[in-house]
């Protein structure tokens, strides 16, 4: 079952790279159409605005879910890596459950967001509901919660394949045998 959780975990870490990343290239887009319509043209646009402020809503959720799962977020671990190794691994877990707790307040408090604004409509969209433009944060928190389960339950395989581990000093990656047998820092330890 775990494998098999990873997978579908790696398909949605996949998705959640490529829409965020995709919304960082429409807001690259649309922020200097905005400034050429009004400053070039003297006429400006009046969507670029709010659609740059949408495409950042859905970059933010699904970007930081993404980070989440790579541990790339902010993290100071200064005191923690002071623990022993076994006090350490359970303020990693105390830590977790945390984020875990923020992830279901964003999926219930997401949710009833989104419902109380399904039927409002964006002055400069009037076909769009706000509602779902607060769709990532619930499906943001969602998704950070399935990658908090797979911290959780078993760690998180590095995209090279290697396993997380934890060898008393510090985290590190194990690299598979089909590479060159190295032990590095991650790069949130450094």
């Not at 699904?62 to 977020?73: I, T």
């Not at 002071?82 to 992830?103: H, K, N, S, T, Y």
């Not at 089909?178 to 032990?183: C, G, T, W, Y």
């Amino acid at each position: 079952m775990i494998p098999t959780y990873r997978q579908a975990m790696d398909a949605l870490y996949l998705a959640c790279v490529l829409i965020a990343s995709s919304a960082l290239v429409l807001i690259s887009a649309v922020i200097p159409w905005a400034v050429y319509t009004r400053y070039v043209l003297n006429r400006a646009a009046s969507w670029p605005e709010p659609m740059a402020v949408l495409l950042t809503i859905v970059l933010t959720f699904f970007g930081a879910a993404a980070c989440y799962r790579n541990r790339l977020h902010m993290n100071v671990s200064f005191f923690v890596a002071m623990l022993p190794p076994r006090l350490r691994r359970v303020v990693d877990l105390i830590a977790e459950l945390l984020v875990g707790l923020f992830a279901l307040f964003m999926v219930i408090w997401g949710v009833k967001l989104v419902e109380a604004t399904w039927h409002n409509t964006i002055a400069d969209f009037p076909a769009l509901s706000v509602g779902v433009t607060y769709l990532p944060i619930p499906l943001g928190g969602a998704i950070l919660l399935l990658f908090v389960i797979e911290h959780v339950s078993g760690g998180q395989r590095t995209d090279d394949g290697g396993q997380m581990v934890d060898d008393g000093q510090r985290r590190t990656e194990i690299i598979p045998a089909n590479q060159p047998s190295v032990i590095r820092p991650l790069s949130s330890d450094i």
